[in-house]
């Protein structure tokens, strides 16, 4: 873009900053105008066959749509239309931008369309929209955008099989969108400009009555960009080895120049760009071997239902168009449609708290309930023989805790929690790589090495009186497992150190999540204001080679992403575990309280002793300690009713429990109901606050994920863990929570 083009861009951004009646409104409306004129008197300067004269027509063009966008002159659109046309006419064929300017001029006739109705002018923008995405010398970005809008002015219509094409052929540019050779961040960025894209695009599958392996398709295309990548560059080459040792020994070469996250020089990044240019070649000439058709690719139709061989796989689509929980069995792969699951619904419940029994409900009732009984789940288990589900939410979705829905009480049995173990995946693809991984034979004896990391005292920060304790009651567990305790010093070198021999990893301490970048959340050691224990260092080493055993971070938000246009991407510190080669990470969605984690620690370590340490064992002392914590949750919650009833101090409902006041706040334990929130500006208003404490693990990319579903816990807000936004304390809590019980319920 020119620099002209660039200033009337910002002009254009500030006027749409400004509300109607602001004062400077006037005079923004007044600078654009100046712009334009100035972009005219630029294009009458030079001559018919000046280099620059398409970009100075194409910035005038888009002004003049700007401009009517604004004011609604149909004389400006037209001029629009008609500079665009010019700037297009005298585009060359093969240039970079020609798709780019094929698209604002499809956005010009598509405006007129909606303005006047003329079937010519949706035609038209059809056509170019159409262009601009078969556009191959043009950026990937270009040409994504492009589709999505003629996919949705196709959806639109309801003409589903012409969306259908264009959504896939969409959805199929978006590997060539991250590169192997940019870095994560910059992949994080791109992969902005893709957001809703491939729920979208599921979605028209669907309704074009596609199967629904190619719904499924879209969405594994779509999400998990990042992950995918770094699974498909760690992926085992051994069959390559064996068959075509020089070339295995040329892939490795170049991809061990990607496996790594570090800031790169100039110099390197052109290095690199090359390398990337080199790898594709070779990845290309490996695929046209002999069995090694797949290398690489997407999972077929017959590795989803592969994965399916522990349990149905339960991708929740949700989109405008529709909302689906496409089911993957070891037999089959279909679509059960959710009619009473609109996105507009989740939307307006994503602000609230994701605990509270109505959200609990109506997530029981729109989702978990039809599945359910669509998969004959419809009763708690008599065998103790529980059926395993991986659940897969998309967009805003991934957030609410599907594995929590229903109706908790003494009387009622209607919970996922009540009728199968559930765990969480980022996407399909995420599980089959983790199945690979966990299939490969390896030579290196299992190492007996426990790190154990209290962080009772952090820099910047306020004391977590519990850490110590859980570490201390884990080393005595442990050591009766014959396994070798090993606590080293806070620092990320020393710990970054210890990871690469150890068995177990346990972190009792604070975690960050970062408001805009996922790969910067950190676990905060020592010398975490220096050199943070970031993600994104995480994904720099790689320890599928040693195949550590469990990750178990006991802090704050480890699986927690804050950013919307993140979420389908899923990166987090527990993710960052898995990808550096954990078979297992225990985490938590959101705050926990800092003495819950020490039951919730010391009950899935007990069960590990009791039954050995196994993949089976992990996830039943997860689901074992979360059942056993809601069960106790109950009986209390019900015995302090009838107390409180007795005394005649209040009145009681099943969902609702007042309490009394107490100004103590320094280790006693506090009612689990009501949470009393004293506001920093005002610590006399007092307001009611629902929280749920949730725990998570990832097994081989599934995520195991516990929720207190009625916990309410005592918390002083603005107690969180993010030193560098809040004051010191001498709370006792991990993250928000102060005191009270928290109940986490096994997925």
Same mark, same amino acid.
């Given at each position: ?41 630029? /294009? ?11 970009? #100075?027509?194409? *910035? ?9 966008? !604004? ?11 008609? #500079? ?18 094929? &698209?604002? /001029? ?15 002018? !949706? ?28 996919? %949705? ?37 791109? /992969? ?37 990548? +770094? ?12 068959? &075509? ?36 070649? %070779? ?13 690489? !690719? ?34 089959? +792969? ?9 996105? *507009?619904? +989740? ?47 998309? @967009? ?12 908790? $009480?003494?009387? $009622?049995?209607?919970? =996922? ?25 390896? *030579? ?50 020393? =710990?970054? $150190?210890? /990871? ?62 804050? @950013? ?66 809601? !069960? ?15 005394? @005649? ?9 007042? %309490? ?25 208003? %007092? ?8 725990? =998570? ?33 001498? $709370?006792? *809590? ?14």
């Amino acid at each position: 873009m020119t620099d002209l083009g660039t200033a009337i861009q910002r002009y254009q951004e500030a006027l749409d900053a400004t509300p109607a009646d602001h004062p400077d409104r006037a005079r923004t409306i007044a600078d654009l105008e100046t712009a334009i004129q100035r972009s005219q008197e630029a /294009l009458d300067a030079i001559l018919a066959d000046h280099l620059d004269r398409a970009d #100075r027509l194409y *910035s005038l063009g888009v002004e003049y749509r700007n401009r009517y966008q !604004r004011i609604g002159t149909i004389a400006d659109l037209e001029t629009a239309i008609q #500079r665009i046309q010019e700037a297009l006419d005298t585009t060359p064929a093969d240039h970079p931008d020609r798709a780019g300017r094929l &698209h604002s /001029l499809g956005v010009g006739y598509h405006i007129r369309y909606n303005k006047t109705g003329s079937t010519v002018d !949706r035609e038209t923008a059809i056509q170019r929209y159409q262009e601009a995405l078969n556009q191959s010398s043009s950026p990937v970005g270009d040409r994504l955008t492009a589709g999505k809008s003629l996919l %949705v002015i196709h959806a639109k219509a309801e003409q589903w099989p012409q969306a259908y094409q264009a959504a896939s052929k969409t959805v199929s540019l978006v590997p060539l969108l991250t590169p192997r050779f940019l870095e994560t961040s910059d992949k994080q960025y791109l /992969l902005t400009q893709i957001l809703d894209l491939a729920s979208i695009a599921s979605a028209i599958a669907l309704n074009a009555a596609k199967p629904p392996f190619d719904a499924v398709q879209a969405l594994e295309l779509g999400r998990g960009v990042i992950a995918g990548s +770094i699974n498909e560059l760690r992926t085992d080459i051994s069959d390559l080895q064996q068959n &075509h040792p020089q070339l295995a020994e040329q892939y490795a070469t170049l991809r061990n120049q990607f496996d790594s996250q570090a800031p790169l020089t100039q110099r390197e990044v052109d290095q690199r760009y090359n390398a990337g240019q080199e790898l594709e070649r %070779v990845i290309q000439q490996i695929q046209r071997l002999p069995n090694f058709d797949r290398f690489l !690719r997407a999972p077929s139709e017959n590795e989803l239902k592969a994965a399916a061989e522990y349990g149905p796989i339960v991708i929740i689509n949700v989109s405008d168009y529709r909302c689906d929980a496409l089911i993957i069995e070891k037999n089959q +792969i279909w679509a059960l449609p959710l009619p009473h699951l609109h996105a *507009s619904d +989740i939307q307006d419940r994503v602000t609230g708290g994701l605990g509270e029994p109505e959200i609990l409900e109506w997530l029981w009732k729109t989702i978990a309930q039809p599945v359910l009984e669509a998969l004959r789940f419809t009763q708690t288990p008599s065998d103790g023989r529980w059926p395993h589900i991986w659940w897969i939410p998309t @967009g805003p979705l991934a957030r609410f805790p599907i594995h929590a829905a229903g109706r908790h $009480s003494q009387s $009622s049995m209607d919970a =996922v929690l009540d009728r199968v173990v559930s765990s969480y995946s980022s996407s399909v693809k995420a599980i089959v790589y983790g199945r690979r991984h966990r299939s490969q034979p390896t *030579s290196r004896p299992r190492s007996e090495k426990v790190v154990l990391l209290a962080m009772h005292k952090t820099p910047n920060n306020y004391d977590l009186h519990f850490a110590t304790q859980e570490v201390h009651e884990l080393a005595r567990l442990c050591s009766s497992m014959k396994l070798q305790v090993i606590e080293p010093l806070p620092y990320k070198e020393q =710990v970054l $150190s210890a /990871l690469s021999s150890c068995q177990i990893f346990h972190f009792a301490g604070h975690g960050s999540t970062h408001d805009l970048d996922p790969s910067k959340s950190l676990l905060l050691l020592r010398d975490w204001e220096t050199e943070p224990l970031t993600v994104a260092s995480l994904l720099e080493i790689n320890l599928r080679k040693q195949t550590p055993f469990l990750a178990y971070l006991s802090a704050c938000g480890t699986g927690r992403i804050k @950013g919307n246009e993140f979420l389908d991407e899923g990166l987090h510190l527990i993710s960052g575990y898995q990808l550096a080669g954990f078979q297992h990470v225990i985490g938590t969605l959101w705050d926990v309280n800092d003495k819950a984690c020490v039951e919730m620690a010391t009950t899935t370590y007990k069960w590990m002793q009791d039954h050995g340490i196994s993949d089976e064992s992990v996830r039943e002392g997860l689901h074992h300690a979360s059942r056993c914590l809601r !069960r106790k949750w109950i009986e209390d919650n019900s015995a302090r009713k009838a107390s409180r009833s007795d005394k @005649g101090l209040l009145e009681i409902r099943d969902d609702q429990v007042a %309490v009394q006041r107490s100004d103590s706040s320094q280790g006693k334990e506090r009612d689990p109901r009501d949470a009393e929130l004293f506001e920093d500006t005002n610590r006399n208003n %007092v307001a009611k606050s629902k929280i749920r404490v949730t725990f =998570v693990a990832f097994r081989a990319g599934w995520l195991l994920a516990n929720v207190a579903p009625h916990g309410w816990i005592k918390f002083l807000h603005g107690w969180r863990r993010h030193p560098q936004m809040y004051p010191m304390d001498k $709370s006792t *809590s991990k993250g928000t929570f102060i005191h009270g019980w928290s109940y986490p319920i096994h997925l």
